[in-house]
């Protein structure tokens, strides 16, 4: 023994992300939290002390990856690891995580991540322990499992002990985050680890009020609730000091946005954020139709550092249809929002969010839906087939429609939609449009570039470049998800 004092060992973990772009900063400021906390990320789940998952229940698919990766790397806990369930799926299915994946030993929804660092010295304060064997509790029995890997729900496995060894790999530590929905803050943090160096996502909003009929996140995400426009603001000139040049403000309805301080509308801090020396790109996302003004029009017409893309989820054409969903608007009053941005001064591309096969859409409910995306023209359309969501009114509404049908109306739909931005796209061709460098591309020896109508624009130069830098490019090429180019000497 030497007597000078022995470090421990630096702890690591492994984060996994899936679903929305909020979910991705979201674990940016976890990845922030946790380094802050002295921990260090790693690549792979068998580097690491601490495996958490970020989770996202929106659709049925969704929320079954995460128990699937639960299953896959369960083994693991034999050598001390610990698992994390984080986000949508730890909201909805709260305790049950436990019973469902053993292994786990916490469960944290988006609404309490300021306690991260609380529930991290719990954790770490109890499961410090070596592995041992120890005889099952008496009465308790040996636990049933499944083709998984998981347990079945008797509650008795929720106490750790497994059909072969009843080897516990830690004291039982079970943390929740759970009980935040109500909360009027926002996740604001200043040890945010952003990806990537250029660009960057700002939180203005989160949760939601709007409860359509087919949509869990009101449920997972907790009430609406907008940070004040100062702290935004703030936050905008500290990342252009940084060097971002582009900011991509984010919120369930990012519209809704209701500054808590009362100084500024959404499109009034869209304007601001638009003016802050440095910033050349500004983009925001998700609008929702219900609170799509026309001065955030007037505002991208205004501030030219206000991206010529909106996207406006429609979810279905049929008004019938729009208000079994609880959408609160018409088809008509839509396209009233869609003929404002096409009379702006600027060409805007329009995206859209679409789902199919919500119960008792009939064909000509279908057929509303595809004779919009001929009326709009859309620019890209993310295609959903409708899951039916726990806790959601649709789950008790009649009429479903069959697996089959839902997934041929979407193949209708994508072909439609395609054919759309085949021929959209086609109009770049011969044009020059200004790119920001997202990378170059070994294989295809392109530079990567994204327009600010947020069309991926990949292109030859013969000189090199720089990734964050922008350039003026010359259309040459289209496909129906992007265009190529040649960079303007
Ligand atoms: N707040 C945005 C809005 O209202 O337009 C949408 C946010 S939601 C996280 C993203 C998309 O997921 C929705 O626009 C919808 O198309 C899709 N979605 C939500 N719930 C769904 C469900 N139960 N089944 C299929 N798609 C769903
Ligand atoms: Fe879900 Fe509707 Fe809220 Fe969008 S507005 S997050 S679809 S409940």
Redesign the pocket.
Known sequence: MSGVPQQAPQKTFYLETFGCQMNVHDSEKVVGTLIQEGYRQVETVEQADLILYNTCSIRDKAEQKVFHRLADYKKLQAQGKKFGVLGCVAQQEGEKIFERAPHVSLVCGSASYNKLPEMLVQLNSVGDTAPREIPPPAGENAGVWDDAGFADSSPLIAHGSSRDSRLRTQDLVRITGLDDRQTDKCFETEFTARTNPHRGYITIIEG?D???AY?V??FTRGKERSRTSDSVLAEARQMADLGYTEIQLLG??VNSYKDSAGKRSFAELLAAIGEVPGIKRVRFTTS?PRDFGRDIVCAVDAVPTLCDHIHLPVQSGSTRILDAMQRLYTREQYLERIAWMKSAKRDLTITTDVIVGFPGETEDDFAQTLSLLDEVGYDSVFTFKYSPRPNTPAISLEDAIPDAEKARRLEVLMARQREIQIKRNKNYIGTSHEVMVEGYNDSRAQWIGRTSQNKPLNFTAATSLRAGTYAQVLGTGSFPNSLIGQLVV
Do not use: A, S
Request: charged content about 10%; glycine content about 0%; overall charge positive.
């Open positions: 939601c709007k409860f359509c949509c996140v009101p369930q309805n929702h």
